[in-house]
């Protein structure tokens, strides 16, 4: 089973920007990869995925504001994640699929 560690959250204002990646230990090429975030006293939800050949889908509430992305040779996925609101608060998780989940990292919006 494939390993998934995530990186990058931390504090930021309202308006700002984070960078969150995803690192895998195997092959991540013909999967479907995802971030979640989960919300203190909320359930996880879909924050955006990105297919094998790129076709990403996005969380209403995100949309515009980020950009999924993936690099298959580096194993890697991004959420470059601008305009930040405090409503974007919570931890965010790595999924390959549904079968593999990384440990999340926490990103924080306040002001």
């Known amino acids: 089973q494939v390993q998934l560690a995530e990186s990058g959250g931390g504090l930021v204002q309202p308006g700002g920007s984070l960078r969150l990646s995803c690192a895998a230990s195997?092959?991540?090429?013909?999967?479907?990869m995802g971030w979640y975030r989960q919300a203190p006293g909320k359930q996880r939800e879909l924050v955006a995925t990105?297919?094998?050949?790129?076709?990403?889908n996005y969380a209403g509430s995100v949309k515009g504001r980020f950009t999924i992305s993936r690099d298959n040779a580096k194993r890697t996925v991004i959420l470059q994640m601008n305009s930040l609101r405090p409503e974007d608060t919570g931890v965010y998780y790595c999924?390959?699929?549904?079968?593999?989940w990384g440990r999340g990292t926490q990103v924080t919006v306040f002001s």
């Open positions: 990105i297919t094998s050949y790129g076709k990403t």
């Open positions: 195997g092959s991540i090429r013909l999967s479907v």
């Open positions: 999924a390959q699929g549904i079968s593999s």
